[in-house]
């Protein structure tokens, strides 16, 4: 009897340890996250389950001890479902900036006031980091002045008249192998494709035929990242700016009278950011999911880096037809 008290005990011992090991593990180290679509088409797929490295940019604490998810307090009660009741300050051991051109998994700015990691997440790649100057203008992208080259799998909007529609098909079937989704837009079609795509497609186009490609209101800005490890120049041109980022993710609060910054009635001329600001970009640049809709991402809201893919599923098809084989487990600098 007493060999199986033990056992029993032995048993029990081992599934906690596991379990808290598996609780660590997925809160400071790797974590798997599913691909929404719209979002990295097609660098990164929906359905595509990617491993993200959450200790890359260093282990982000948790603001609650214990948490239930998805509940602000336990059901049929008014206790609070977090231990403590308020949250902790944001911290984050061994922080490492993000880097040109990483994937991340982040958590999206919604000025919600709640613990950072309770907000949704989302996924896009670092086109700036602290100090750039980012501007993109007609389509194209240039970082600190020097065109950027993007990724061939970057998606543009292209108008193509209903004239000449079948003939457009007719070349993406023969180039393509495929027809790309469209979308009506009165007597002009709209269909998203990819730079490789383009390239490919135009080789077989007759020269009659032209792709009129669409530039948003958005895509045209210019924009100037805060320095980290000095203090940063208040300039009228970035007055602005520099209070939105202060005012909404910094300890500190200041007032913009005109084009100057003010705190406690004392005027600003220099101001040190305590922690890194990006500019994040969805290689599908028809998802207004990114910085061109909620501005600067803090390094408070970084997650992780996407590193493996570990398995791929197409929702639209079923059964074994569904895996996407060559995707599995695939290691690559996105």
């Not at 239930?68 to 008014?78: H, K, N, Q, R």
């Not at 100037?224 to 993710?249: E, H, M």
């Not at 406690?264 to 600001?277: C, S, W």
Request: proline share 7%; hydrophobic share 40%.
């Amino acid at each position: 009897m007493s060999q199986r008290r033990v056992s029993i005990v032995q048993v029990l011992l081992i599934l906690v340890i596991a379990f808290l090991v598996t609780w660590l593990s997925r809160l400071f180290v790797i974590e798997l996250y599913t691909v929404a679509p719209l979002q990295m088409e097609n660098t990164l797929l929906p359905g595509d389950r990617v491993l993200v490295e959450k200790w890359h940019y260093g282990a982000r604490l948790p603001q609650y001890c214990f948490s239930i998810p998805g509940v602000d307090t336990i059901p049929g009660t008014d206790i609070p479902a977090h231990i403590p009741s308020q949250p902790l300050p944001y911290r984050r051991c061994a922080l490492k900036q993000v880097e040109r051109n990483d994937v991340i998994v982040y958590n999206y700015p919604t000025g919600k006031s709640c613990p950072i990691a309770q907000y949704p997440t989302a996924m896009a790649r670092c086109i700036g980091v602290p100090g750039d100057t980012v501007k993109a203008l007609n389509g194209s992208l240039f970082i600190n002045g020097e065109p950027s080259a993007q990724s061939p799998v970057v998606t543009e909007a292209y108008l193509v008249a209903d004239t000449v529609l079948l003939q457009v098909e007719d070349a993406m079937r023969d180039a393509l192998g495929e027809i790309l989704p469209k979308q009506q837009l009165g007597s002009t079609y709209l269909f998203y494709i990819d730079r490789y795509r383009y390239d490919k497609l135009c080789e077989v186009l007759p020269p009659t035929i032209h792709l009129q490609q669409v530039q948003l209101a958005y895509d045209n800005y210019t924009i100037d990242l805060p320095p980290v490890d000095r203090d940063a120049v208040v300039t009228p041109q970035n007055a602005a700016f520099y209070a939105r980022i202060i005012n909404q993710y910094e300890p500190h609060k200041v007032q913009l009278c005109g084009d100057a910054l003010y705190r406690g009635g004392r005027k600003i001329e220099r101001y040190r950011f305590t922690q890194p600001y990006y500019w994040v970009l969805c290689d599908n640049r028809t998802a207004a999911t990114d910085s061109r809709v909620f501005g600067v991402l803090p390094h408070s809201h970084v997650i992780g880096r996407c590193g493996i893919i570990l398995f791929s599923i197409d929702a639209s098809q079923t059964g074994v037809s569904s895996w996407r084989i060559n995707r599995f487990f695939q290691y690559r600098r996105l």
